[in-house]
């Protein structure tokens, strides 16, 4: 069954590499929105040498990283899953002898693979040729922060993963994907480091598992969080990780008795 699960992998890998030239141009895309946060965040700074505890340099980086991050972790499983609900194809899945919840995920990581490798790695070359980034030197950094980044493609997963499964309750789920679309986009910190957000607010992100995708990794390869406080923002990764998986799990279970296909 490993294996088997290996073989999704690399198929959904071979897939993705058949639509490369999209991947390419996303990379001048990315570049461009990168271009754009700093300019901004350049001219809110102004004077200042430090907000929200970063400085003009820390932010720079966590700009570029946070977006080439987002290469990695970004999927449409939900969309993949409603689609599925709604045509009737996922009836197929419960008679074959796999893990459908499992089987996306490896479907996720085949694409993360592609995205990571043909994606964000060209794109960080490229945006650090353009912008004054700052990137770490010691290799315990950079290990700890992509240990950080799949956990980041974990959560992604899982959020995706269980907005998707709820297809089966409400038979079309398209607004609660754009909702959840802009919500992690927003409150993983993205769009704004958590830190800048008002005290109340910033409070209230840190119960939710959004800034684990983000802003987490963020302050450890800018160098926000180190040594202990790098290690305690892994823990809340791995935390939420563990605590997903119940309502992920749950819908699967409780779909399992409610589906029914319209259409043929």
Do not use: C
């Not at 890998?13 to 639509?19: K, R």
């Not at 700009?63 to 449409?76: D, E, H």
């Not at 995708?213 to 040594?227: E, H, Q």
């Amino acid at each position: 069954m490993f294996n088997a699960y290996l073989d999704i992998i690399r198929m959904r890998f071979l897939m993705m590499l058949a639509y490369r030239v999209n991947y390419y141009s996303g990379i001048i895309i990315y570049a461009l929105n990168i271009g754009a946060y700093y300019f901004l965040w350049k001219a809110i700074y102004g004077g200042s040498e430090t907000l929200g505890g970063m400085t003009v340099a820390q932010m720079t980086t966590y700009v570029a990283i946070s977006w080439m991050a987002r290469a990695f972790y970004f999927n449409n499983l939900d969309r993949e899953i409603a689609n599925e609900i709604k045509d009737g194809s996922v009836a197929i899945q419960f008679i074959r002898p796999y893990n459908y919840i499992v089987v996306k995920m490896m479907q996720g990581l085949g694409e993360g693979a592609f995205r990571f490798l043909l994606f964000s790695i060209p794109g960080m070359i490229l945006v650090s040729l353009l912008f004054p980034v700052q990137l770490p030197s010691d290799p315990k950094v950079w290990a700890l922060f992509l240990v950080m980044l799949f956990f980041s493609f974990l959560i992604n997963s899982q959020i995706n993963i269980v907005t998707g499964l709820f297809a089966f309750f409400l038979e079309n789920n398209e607004g609660m994907m754009r909702m959840k679309r802009v919500m992690v986009d927003l409150f993983s910190g993205l769009v704004v480091p958590v830190s800048f957000f008002p005290g109340w607010a910033a409070g209230l992100l840190k119960l939710l598992p959004f800034q684990a995708i983000t802003y987490l990794p963020g302050t450890v390869i800018t160098g926000t969080a180190s040594g202990e406080s790098a290690l305690a923002a892994l823990g809340i990764q791995f935390v939420w990780f563990a605590v997903l998986i119940i309502p992920m799990v749950w819908l699967w279970h409780g779909a399992r008795s409610r589906l029914f296909v319209q259409g043929g």
